[in-house]
């Protein structure tokens, strides 16, 4: 297990703003490649709250986290006062719900709709990268082809639904847009950048929010 250290770098965890004396620090459990993990990370650099990054191995899961979480997966959030929050979209709704500054959902039901939508779509989109990366490591190849297509008709609703000048999806960065940058860094890491053909439209945005210090900190990489 590691606790911010490696080469996967921490959250920043500067001073502790007034009333936090006296409470445990807030700690987020990841993989070092998961892009879900990623963007409840990036949702908490996002909005300035200071975490401890905690780095498993879901293979070997350690006993706290295995205590922690019945699931058993990751992201997992521990905050400062003991609250347990499995889930990345649970974990951006729940920082949504407690702490209102740097707001990642938008106001009005049309637009939170429209985050949740973009967020969705981001998530489908993370799991056919990992499909695909264990159906041609295991040579399946017609599970390969169902992950390919299904990646494309996702890559292509995408490509339609971004600005044509790198502006957030809702027009406000939120955790939609983190989903979807999650879901692109990891198909990059693990597959190229062939996503990118034809769809310049979402290259574009991907590199302008992909410029973002969250997203430049929390990067897949190698352990």
């Not at 490591?137 to 292509?156: C, F, I, K, P, Q």
Request: aromatic share 8%; charged share 25%.
């Amino acid at each position: 297990m590691q606790s911010g250290t490696g080469s996967w770098p921490t959250a920043d965890r500067g001073a502790f703003p007034a009333g936090y004396a006296g409470r445990m620090p807030r700690r987020l459990y990841v993989t070092l490649r998961s892009p879900y993990a990623r963007k409840a990370w990036m949702a908490l650099l996002e909005k300035s709250l200071p975490a401890e990054v905690v780095a498993i191995d879901l293979e070997h899961r350690p006993p706290d986290f295995a205590a922690l979480s019945p699931i058993g997966k990751v992201p997992l959030l521990v905050d400062d006062d003991g609250t347990t929050v499995p889930d990345s979209t649970v974990i951006c709704e729940y920082l949504e719900d407690r702490y209102r500054d740097a707001p990642l959902r938008g106001k009005g039901w049309e637009t939170r709709l429209a985050v949740r939508q973009v967020d969705e779509l981001g998530d489908a989109l993370s799991d056919q990268a990992v499909a695909l990366f264990f159906a041609r490591r295991d040579g399946n190849t017609s599970a390969e082809a169902r992950a390919v297509a299904t990646s494309n008709r996702l890559l292509d609703a995408l490509d339609t639904a971004a600005s044509s000048t790198g502006a957030p999806f809702c027009g406000a960065l939120s955790y939609g847009d983190l989903a979807v940058l999650s879901a692109l860094g990891y198909q990059a890491f693990r597959h190229g950048d062939a996503w990118r053909e034809g769809r310049d439209r979402l290259a574009r945005w991907f590199d302008a929010v992909d410029a973002r210090p969250a997203a430049v900190a929390t990067r897949p990489r190698l352990a």
